[in-house]
């Protein structure tokens, strides 16, 4: 962002401190003003034409700058995929203990990715993972929708289910 002496345009407007507008001029002339009160002369906006430069105190103009990106950067949430992995053949208390994983990460507002890979000769039967997936999604309806249907990639079956608002 230019400041001061290396602001190149013929005009600028100028504001002021308090916001106030003092005009279209010389950066030279602004730049003088802003001298004068011990301030900098920043470029604010280069697209407008004539461009628009403010005096202020650079450096305080910086600090809170980073402030409120780094106030924007809290405030943003991360959402992660956790991934559960099934098989066709799984357990009652395996699934029970996969499931509650799943329920525990979708409360938290995470997605979940549940695969259930085929092993061998498996993949012949694709309803017993369809099946799992589908007693799965009916066991998280009430806290996760279905973002993604039970699709099959090479020889794993995904389903994706993201948290109810």
């Known amino acids: 962002m230019p400041t001061n002496e290396r602001i190149r345009h013929r005009e600028v407007r100028v504001i002021d401190e308090d ?29 407008a034409n004539p ?10 103009w910086q600090y809170e700058q980073k402030k409120k990106q780094h106030e ?3 405030k943003q949430t991360v959402i992660s995929v956790k991934e559960i992995k099934l ?4 357990g009652e208390h395996d699934y029970e203990f996969k499931k509650n994983n799943a329920l525990r990460a979708l ?15 498996e993949i012949t039967h ?8 589908a007693r799965l999604e009916k066991d998280l309806a009430h806290v996760a929708t279905v973002e993604v249907r039970p699709k099959m990639e090479g020889m ?3 389903v994706i289910f993201t948290p109810k608002k």
Do not use: H, W
């Open 19 to 47: 916001g106030n507008q003092l005009g279209i001029m010389p950066p030279q002339q602004a730049l003088a003003i802003a001298r004068e009160r011990g301030l900098d002369l920043v470029e604010v906006a280069a697209q």
């Open 51 to 60: 461009p628009v430069c403010r005096i202020i105190d650079y450096g305080k």
């Open 72 to 74: 924007a950067k809290k």
């Open 87 to 90: 098989r066709p053949s799984i």
């Open 107 to 121: 409360e938290d507002g995470d997605k979940v990715k549940a695969s259930v890979r085929f092993i061998g000769r």
């Open 126 to 133: 694709r309803e017993l993972g369809e099946r799992v997936l």
């Open 156 to 158: 794993t079956m995904f």
